[in-house]
């Protein structure tokens, strides 16, 4: 791992006054930029050829008249994204005074162990907990939550033990960054439906020996969006979002009776995010939801080094007696968060009383960190 005196290092190079905001451009990346321009940065969208067209036209910055359009003032067009990891493409993100932020498909379409050993770009967040979202990982978050106590569903150890609604979570076979999850409620129901989803390429035998399996919690789920702030000491609720999924929504939108005249190849629903949409909680549990960031920041400045940084999400869904439990979590800014760009969200907007979505609050926590001569504070 990249020790942060290294980076700290890097940025006294730096020209403060001219820093740049880059990110890969995927996943929140509009997020970023959007916010980043409403703070004044320059930005540079980091693009992959046959993806880039949405960066580098559709939101690329230009006049019309009197007024700006767009968010991405350059974009930098590789093969792959994984190209931003080359030496002489660090280099000039160094040149360029560029400030990093990580996002999910960074982590994905770039290797971790480069991000962690070879990337030698200051990063707006914490270098050190981008590896424990890796499902499997020895101080994966799963680790981190059972280490601390904090709600999470329970874990059944052996499909052979399933006697009520379970989710099988593992990867799909083909759309590799995507999932290949399923639901069932007894061992003869998983044993059919992955032999169903094997035979049609969706999972493999390999993978399910691998997955993780969960009780299922019957509720909505709510995707937190938190932000800590290393400058001010303080954790900010900023939004909450919701997932569309194919083809699972699709299924709940059919008749009963249509979902069970399905043929085969369209009878188990995929869970592949192709969407996002705003929610807010019930004011009651308002303070459920901060007790657990509460504890998860606790927990990672324990075993995490120098912990959070920023923004991270904690996917969570809610039972019928409004008890909170964590399935997933995002340790950089979540995936969800485009829903309250340039707009900002109820929470963030209610907190700094103007339009706050995570793509500004970063934005704004360099510039504060500018202002004060404390970059060092939220970089890694």
Not at 200 to 216: M, N, P, W
Request: aromatic content about 12%; some cysteine.
């Amino acid at each position: 791992m990249i020790e942060r005196e290294e980076i700290w290092k890097i940025l006294e190079e730096y020209d403060i006054d001219k820093i740049k905001v880059a990110a890969v451009a995927s996943h929140s990346a509009l997020d970023t930029f959007d916010g980043a321009k409403e703070e004044g940065f320059h930005t540079i969208a980091i693009c992959q050829k046959g993806r880039h067209k949405t960066y580098a036209e559709y939101f690329k910055r230009k006049k019309v008249g009197s007024r700006d359009l767009g968010c991405i003032d350059e974009a930098w067009i590789f093969d792959k994204f994984k190209e931003i990891l080359k030496e002489e493409n660090q280099e000039k993100l160094r040149k360029e005074n560029v400030i990093f932020i990580p996002n999910r498909s960074f982590t994905s379409y770039c290797s971790l162990d480069e991000i962690e050993n070879k990337f030698y770009v200051p990063m707006f967040g914490s270098r050190c907990l981008l590896r424990m979202e890796e499902r499997g990982e020895k101080r994966d978050y799963y680790w981190l939550l059972e280490k601390e106590g904090m709600p999470f569903p329970e874990k059944i150890e052996n499909p052979e033990e399933i006697d009520e609604l379970c989710i099988v979570k593992l990867h799909h076979a083909v759309k590799k960054l995507e999932r290949g999850f399923f639901t069932c409620s007894s061992y003869k129901e998983y044993r059919e439906k992955a032999e169903k989803l094997i035979k049609q390429g969706v999972i493999t035998e390999e993978d399910l020996k691998k997955a993780r399996i969960e009780k299922y919690i019957i509720g909505p789920v709510f995707n937190l969006d938190f932000f800590y702030s290393p400058l001010l000491n303080q954790i900010e609720l900023l939004g909450i979002d919701w997932r569309f999924e194919t083809s699972l929504d699709g299924h709940v939108r059919l008749p009963a009776d249509q979902q069970l005249s399905l043929p085969e190849k369209q009878k188990i629903p995929e869970y592949t995010v192709c969407g996002h949409n705003m929610a807010t909680l019930r004011e009651s549990l308002l303070e459920k939801a901060f007790s657990l960031a509460e504890k998860f920041v606790e927990a990672c400045k324990k075993y995490y080094d120098y912990g959070i940084i920023g923004p991270f999400c904690l996917q969570t869904c809610v039972d019928k007696d409004l008890n909170f439990y964590i399935y997933d979590v995002a340790p950089r800014i979540g995936g969800g968060t485009n829903v309250h760009m340039w707009l900002g969200h109820p929470y963030g907007n209610a907190l700094w009383r103007c339009n706050m979505s995570t793509g500004r609050r970063m934005a704004l926590e360099l510039k504060m960190a500018i202002e004060r001569n404390e970059v060092e504070k939220i970089v890694s």
